[in-house]
């Protein structure tokens, strides 16, 4: 964290103070390196989950001689593509990604993170069977990992017959992705790490692209990791970065400075995005914790409200200066602004260390358990009934843009006095255009004094889950959704039908928590019905109280 930090924080001093204190006495460093639960809970039961969890601390992996064999083999076999599933540990992979070099020299990675049907359909078209292998990175099996393997063992034209070496489980010994394989296809195990779920996977193979980063720096990300582990295990705190941020988050949080407010340039915006998901994700419990924003339109300073913590991400570069202009106002005017110089792949592995240990100590400030996530379990049971029965739940009432309720709906919603952000909630693919629609319906929702955030339930749907079903409810939620092509789609179906029946258990799972929700047919033509939401949004949005 950069010494300019300090000046942002100032009247927060005296209470971030005595949580160092605190946390001092408590001995809070040696306790979470020793892997203490009772950090989080008393509960010897809930210990033990824990416990379960805390693989993290131990990363980053060293490279086992059969995990480095299966990397060579897949990267010298004749295969041209792999197929990488990933959906909760897709913020991590895409971080990586955009790190790797060589992804243009065979074999091409095509990352599978979403269960978003238009999506998964473009990313595999063209592909030649017999050239393509297929990798299914996951702790457990979940409604997600089982649609996606449906969908490429059938593209891939696999059978019991296919060789193992075309199909691989980076997975758990045991675990119920390796009991569901088992009778499916012949697949090679390559054993996960221990003890580490998707979300804190990020320094694993789990979280990774091993085949991929073969071709990067690995050692020099390892050493800036563990340099950073080392830092972490300072016990003065004002020194510890890790503790520093954590209690920094915690007690701003428990201020009212609860929308985390990222800001980054382009090239850092893969960053920017696993901080937003990895933070919601783990502290987004028990109607509390922090609401992420990434990706926001800039807007003048006096359009954020009092609840905004902001996070700059700088290159070290003169492209900074921008930011660093608006940052500077933002802090000139009472904003808490933290910044952090992130200019090399090296520094990328530093941070992800760096937040895993805020977010595990500000777990403890705020009372909540950041390794477990009982909302997502009970959401991907309610979806595992409802796939498995020929009567899936009841859809959500839908308004079309051309409906005269809309307009009234809206406005009863966005003149809300309680609502300090609106959740834009996308079960569509989020195209070029359809991104540049939702860049203009955050800019000028922004403008109201509301913060906003894209959500997309089919991409991340554990990050999706903790922040609008267990996170703070003050929030506006804009369910968007359009009609899903057919008829070219049907080897796709059974996304289809995740994707209809995760939109109709959000939307109960909203109604019975008394969420504030409006639910918007964007029609066939998505970018249209967008455009058509922003116009209808321009003609209430002006009556909203300040």
Not at 302 to 316: D, E, H, K, S, W
Request: hydrophobic share 45%; with cysteine; net charge negative.
């Amino acid at each position: 964290m950069d010494s300019s930090s300090d000046a942002a924080l100032a009247p927060y001093l005296p209470a971030l103070t005595a949580m160092l204190d605190r946390l001092t006495v408590e001995q809070v460093v040696a306790r979470l390196w020793a892997h203490d639960p009772s950090l989080w809970y008393p509960a010897a039961t809930t210990q033990a989950r824990i416990s379960e969890r805390l693989g993290w601390l131990d990363a980053p992996l060293p490279v086992d001689p059969a995990l480095q064999a299966w990397i060579n083999a897949l990267s010298s076999s004749h295969y041209t593509a792999i197929l990488w599933i990933a959906v909760d540990a897709g913020a991590s992979v895409r971080l990586w990604q955009s790190l790797a070099t060589g992804l243009a020299a065979p074999p091409r990675l095509i990352l599978l993170d979403t269960v978003e049907p238009q999506t998964v359909h473009q990313r595999l078209a063209g592909l030649d069977p017999s050239k393509t292998a297929a990798v299914c990175a996951a702790v457990e099996l979940t409604p997600e990992v089982e649609a996606l393997c449906d969908v490429v063992i059938d593209v891939l034209g696999l059978n019991t017959s296919s060789s193992k070496y075309q199909f691989s489980a980076l997975t758990s010994s045991g675990s119920s992705l390796q009991a569901w394989l088992d009778h499916r296809v012949p697949y090679h195990f390559v054993a996960a790490p221990a003890r580490v779920t998707e979300r804190f996977a990020a320094l694993t193979p789990l979280g990774s692209i091993p085949p991929v980063l073969r071709e990067g720096p690995l050692e020099r990300l390892q050493a800036a990791a563990e340099e950073m582990q080392h830092r972490c295990q300072h016990t003065t705190l004002p020194y510890n970065p890790g503790v520093w941020l954590g209690v920094v988050l915690g007690i701003l949080a428990q201020h009212g400075r609860d929308i985390l407010t990222l800001i980054a340039p382009w090239e850092l915006q893969p960053l920017a995005e696993w901080i937003a998901l990895f933070v919601g994700g783990s502290l987004a419990k028990h109607r509390r914790g922090l609401v992420p924003v990434v990706g926001e339109p800039m807007l003048p300073t006096t359009a954020y409200g009092r609840a905004r913590i902001f996070v700059q991400l700088r290159l070290g570069t003169p492209k900074d200066m921008t930011f660093d202009e608006q940052t500077a106002a933002l802090a000139g005017a009472g904003h808490p602004v933290l910044r952090f110089t992130v200019s090399t792949d090296a520094d990328h592995a530093a941070q992800i260390v760096c937040w895993q240990v805020a977010v595990a100590v500000a777990g403890v400030i705020l009372g909540v358990n950041p390794f477990d996530e009982p909302d997502t379990v009970a959401l991907r049971a309610a979806l595992q009934r409802h796939l498995g029965t020929s009567a899936p739940p009841t859809p959500p009432l839908r308004l079309s843009v051309n409906n005269p309720l809309w307009e009234e709906q809206c406005h009863a919603i966005l003149t809300h006095p309680l609502a300090s952000y609106v959740a834009l909630v996308l079960y569509n693919e989020r195209t070029p255009a359809v991104e540049a629609q939702l860049v203009a319906l955050r800019a000028r929702l922004g403008q109201t004094g509301l913060a906003t955030l894209v959500v997309e339930p089919l991409r991340d749907p554990l990050y999706a889950t903790q922040v609008l079903h267990a996170g703070r409810p003050q929030g506006i939620i804009l369910a968007l959704s359009g009609e899903h092509e057919h008829g070219r789609l049907d080897r796709y179906h059974r996304l289809t039908q995740l994707s209809a029946v995760r939109a109709a258990v959000d939307a109960a799972a909203w109604t019975s928590m008394g969420r504030t929700t409006l639910h918007i047919n964007l029609g066939r033509d998505v970018v249209n019905g967008l455009a058509r939401v922003y116009a209808a949004l321009e003609t209430c949005i002006s009556d909203r109280p300040e």
